[in-house]
């Protein structure tokens, strides 16, 4: 355990930071679970709905930190592409 002032109140503020990005990482799965299971049962209105949902709650994480731009990029991709194959 830590006995100086600085590196106790390191742990407790790494500790938070990891709480938080814990929580924002299970919503945009969350989100992108929802879009797949919208595009599962062919519903395209609901997969559209969900689609925008899910790619603000993506590009929020981003600002926030927790994901790099390109990560961020590749997941509205790949959720944008099985939305617009639905016929």
């Known amino acids: 355990m830590a006995n100086i002032k600085s ?7 790494n500790r938070a930071n990891a709480d938080r990005n814990k929580a924002i990482r299970s919503e945009v799965k969350t989100a992108i679970k929802k879009v797949y299971a919208a595009v599962d049962a062919g519903d395209k209105a609901v997969a559209q709905q969900e689609l925008i949902a899910a790619t603000k709650t993506i590009e929020m994480a981003a600002s926030k930190g927790v994901y790099h731009k ?4 590749r ?5 944008s592409k099985a939305v617009n194959k639905m016929a």
């Open 7 to 13: 590196a106790k109140k390191r742990i407790l503020v």
């Open 70 to 73: 390109n990560n961020v990029a």
């Open 75 to 79: 997941k509205v991709s790949h959720i």
